[in-house]
């Protein structure tokens, strides 16, 4: 099992960055994919970047281009620096990992919605303004 903390939310205008942190309890190299999604009040879940157990990256067309995501394996981190941030960014932001996957990331990201996938953390709130 692993327990997975998001930081890194808050407010900020229309055109501005944020970067999101997610500290996991245990090593997430090697043998778990991840990555992140939102959420934002009476939509869906939404995938938005994933990490495969190879390091291989996918994107959401909404963010791709504007969203980074990266991994700190020495510290148990998963990162997502978001760029150029729009109001239809506003949600709350989950990390999510998956023990013992093997999908490729384009798998990952249209998995990583789903309540099978594994463990995610309670969220951060991202507000955008314009």
């Known amino acids: 099992q692993v327990k997975l903390v998001e930081s890194g939310g808050g407010s900020v205008q229309a055109g501005g960055s944020l970067r999101l942190s997610c500290a996991a309890s245990?090593?997430?190299?090697?043998?778990?994919?991840v990555g992140w999604f939102r959420q934002a009040p009476q939509k869906e879940r939404e995938g938005l970047a994933a990490?495969?157990?190879?390091?291989?990256?996918s994107y959401a067309d909404s963010v791709k281009g504007r969203f980074t995501i990266s991994q700190d394996n020495a510290k148990n981190s998963l990162y997502l620096q978001m760029n150029n941030l729009k109001p239809e960014d506003t949600a709350m932001y989950h990390c999510?990992?998956?023990?013992?996957?093997?999908?490729?990331?384009?798998?990952?990201?249209?998995?990583?919605?789903?309540?099978?996938?594994?463990?995610w953390g309670q969220g951060t709130q991202v507000t955008v303004s314009s």
């Open positions: 999510a990992a998956s023990p013992g996957c093997r999908w490729p990331a384009s798998e990952v990201l249209q998995d990583i919605t789903k309540d099978y996938f594994g463990y």
């Open positions: 245990k090593s997430l190299a090697n043998t778990y994919c």
């Open positions: 990490i495969d157990s190879r390091g291989a990256t």
